[in-house]
């Protein structure tokens, strides 16, 4: 069955899941429920009416501001919630099968979540990456275009590269960055896990190298990995297999 058809449902229910992803992002790494409480205006406490809680919609009706106090509310809400949206849609636009679509939503929920921890605390949280593992090797049983085999082998590639990398270089990278490795090769199989960490260190080397330009960064200042993983992955997720063929049609004489 194609997927196509369903972009439209595909974005709405990508803004849903943002909107969880965005409470994922603020409460795992500071060990609190992610169903109770319900969400509060974190200015001054009040709870939010569900009609303030629509993904996107609520931020551009209250115009970024909450209808108690007023305060700001941070621009990265409707933006988690849109990006998680266009990632969605795209999988339906992409996928194969329904299989590969179910998967593909996993996979590119726990990417934005982990990606956005990242960001903000310095840490790739194992609850996220260790049970994404196991879940991206059992869901290649479904007959999505990753076989058991593929997945086996990205978990052994990506997590053995990633090791290795620790070892020579003696830090510049963590044990998160490992076990999203060893994550990604769980979904994608090797192929396009090798293709996603390829491109996630010219990715994370450009953007490296603007940040010092501009000054933004010092060289001593640390840039987490996990964020340029993750973008990575999700390119691989979703064009991983057009950007291989054309490079093997490219390369081959
Ligand atoms: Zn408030």
Known sequence: M??????????????????????????????????????????????????????????????????????????????????????FAAAAWRSPSIADLLVAWLFLAALVAIAGIDLEHQLIPDHLTLPGIVVGFLTSFLGTRVSWLDSLLGILALGGILVAVIILSGGGMGGGDVKLGAMMGAFLGYKLALLALFLAVILGGFVALALLFTGIRRRKDPIPFGPFLATAAAVATLWGEIILSWYLSAFSF
């Open 2 to 87: 194609p997927t196509q058809p369903l972009i439209p449902v595909a974005a709405v229910i990508g803004a849903v899941i943002g909107s969880f992803l965005n409470v994922v992002i603020v409460r795992l790494p500071r060990n609190e429920s992610l169903v109770a409480p319900r969400s509060r205006c974190r200015a001054c406490g009040t709870e939010l009416y569900w009609f303030d809680n629509i993904p996107v919609l609520s931020f551009l009706a209250l115009r970024g501001c909450c209808r108690a106090c007023g305060a700001a509310i941070s621009w990265r809400y409707p933006a988690i919630e849109g990006l998680t949206a266009l990632l």
